[in-house]
């Protein structure tokens, strides 16, 4: 069974760039999660999906980011314009469900804002 | 207070101990407990999770749960070079937003 996958792997960009990252989940996994995983810290939710509606984004900073799930499957989250704290790993997860516990994560991507 | 607390360690045990991992919560909300474990420029990756008090062993790991104190652990047996990494625990509440809220991570280090 694939994993979830993340691309780029790494991103560098200047502050008041914009940068997005995609997420493709385990084939048939409902619910899809992005987090951001700041260095010495645990991740952080920022958003959730269930298919291709938003459960939860009440930590997004939605006046620079935004996610988007079309069609159910695969994610991208943008962040537009970037600030030096938004270096961090961006990590996305998947599970069969809601209330179903066993998430998947992908490797990340690394963003470094200079 | 923070949700979860969790001691960033290091911490350091020679090769064959136990180690004890900790941590603590504040809501009484949650209903799932887990264990992440992460190696360095890894995603995390879940190692066990219960879901009520008490015990629950897989190999040399063991998940014990006290939800009178909130207070949840992890206990590794027979320690290896491999284990290596950063621990991480999440807990989930059940219904409404149901995101996993994660402590800090215990970054853990067997000696050979």
């Known amino acids: 069974e694939a994993g979830v996958a993340q691309s780029p792997r790494y991103k560098i960009i200047e502050k008041r760039q914009s940068v997005a990252f995609w997420c493709n989940p385990i084939s048939g996994h409902a619910t899809l999660y992005w987090y951001q995983q700041i260095l010495g810290q645990g991740p952080k939710l920022l958003i959730q999906f269930q298919n291709n509606g938003v459960v939860d984004d009440s930590q997004l900073p939605k006046d620079r980011f935004s996610a988007e799930r079309l069609k159910g499957v695969d994610s991208t989250l943008k962040i537009q314009p970037a600030k030096l704290e938004d270096s961090a790993v961006y990590l996305c997860a998947s599970s069969l469900g809601r209330r179903t516990p066993e998430a998947f994560f992908g490797q990340g991507t690394r963003l470094t804002v200079v | 207070q923070k949700e979860v607390e969790q001691d960033p360690g290091p911490l350091s045990v020679p090769e064959g101990a136990i180690v004890s991992l900790n941590c603590t919560y504040s809501n009484s909300a949650f209903q799932y407990f887990m264990w992440y474990r992460q190696y360095s420029r890894k995603g995390p990756e879940l190692l066990m999770y219960?879901?009520?008090?008490g015990n629950k062993e897989d190999g040399r790991f063991t998940a014990q749960v006290d939800k009178s104190s909130k207070y949840i652990s992890l206990f590794i047996r027979d320690s290896q070079p491999s284990d290596s990494a950063t621990y991480l625990c999440?807990?989930?509440?059940?219904?409404?937003?149901?995101?996993?809220?994660f402590g800090k991570g215990t970054h853990l280090i067997i000696q050979p």
């Open positions: 999440a807990i989930q509440q059940v219904g409404g937003a149901d995101g996993l809220t």
């Open positions: 219960t879901y009520s008090s």
